[in-house]
T-cell receptor
Framework: EPEVTQTPSHQVTQMGQEVILRCVPI?????FYWYRQILGQKVEFLVS????????KSEIFDDQFSVERPDGSNFTLKIRSTKLEDSAMYFC????????????FGPGTRLTVT | SQQGEEDPQALSIQEGENATMNCSYK?????LQWYRQNSGRGLVHLIL?????REKHSGRLRVTLDTSKKSSSLLITASRAADTASYFC?????????????FGTGTRLTIIP
């Protein structure tokens, strides 16, 4: 069964460094999302992406964040200058169409900022 | 904004018993979904109920929705050790399927063998 994959599974970085989290959504899906979950807290929406553009972004998704779909299969989340509070589990998700409501989530990347 | 709050926050039951988790939200919704998250893993979709539905079944899962009370419940019958996980409700407010999900705080379910 097709699944969303994410790499790396765990990323440790120093404060101020740039990180890129990678996702490969399910191949025929059209809508892509990033969510994050700080340890012990809710899963929070960051950004949605369709047709090579951001559809919606949350207040969390400030200028330090960017997303890209560079090659038609990968979907990346970049954090330009990481802060301690960016430590969280980051989930990528995809959705096949506007008529489908279920989102398919990847296993997540645990980001630890020291 | 929509906000889901689950209760209880944590639930421990004996294997074979039924587990009931509740979710409340604040604004009108189009759909409500339940997801499961095993420890340290991604979210797995369990079941979706539309705003015009009151009850839905899938295997050992039963979901109810009361839009007048802005609440939903997830019942897992005949629980198994493998059901140990966190369960989240998620809402969307759009008529289209591409909108963001707003997740609740989750219920941590532990099944005692």
């Amino acid at each position: 069964e097709p699944e969303v994959t994410q790499t790396p599974s765990h990323q440790v970085t120093q404060m101020g460094q740039e990180v890129i989290l990678r996702c490969v959504p399910i191949s025929n899906h059209l809508y892509f999302y990033w969510y994050r979950q700080i340890l012990g807290q809710k899963v929070e929406f960051l950004v949605s992406f369709y047709n090579n553009e951001i559809s919606e972004k949350s207040e969390i998704f400030d200028d330090q964040f960017s997303v890209e779909r560079p090659d038609g299969s990968n979907f990346t989340l970049k954090i330009r200058s990481t802060k301690l509070e960016d430590s969280a589990m980051y989930f990528c998700a995809s959705n096949p169409s506007r008529a489908a409501y279920e989102q398919y989530f990847g296993p997540g990347t645990r980001l630890t900022v020291t | 904004s929509q906000q889901g709050e689950e209760d209880p926050q944590a639930l421990s039951i004996q294997e074979g018993e039924n587990a009931t988790m509740n979710c409340s939200y604040k604004t009108s919704i189009n759909n409500l979904q339940w997801y499961r998250q095993n420890s340290g893993r991604g979210l797995v979709h369990l079941i979706l109920i539309r705003s015009n539905e009151r009850e839905k079944h899938s295997g050992r899962l039963r979901v109810t929705l009361d839009t007048s009370k802005k609440s939903s419940s997830l019942l897992i019958t005949a629980s198994r050790a493998a059901d140990t996980a966190s369960y989240f409700c998620a809402t969307d407010g759009s008529n289209f399927g591409n909108e963001k999900l707003t997740f609740g705080t989750g219920t941590r379910l532990t099944i005692i063998p």
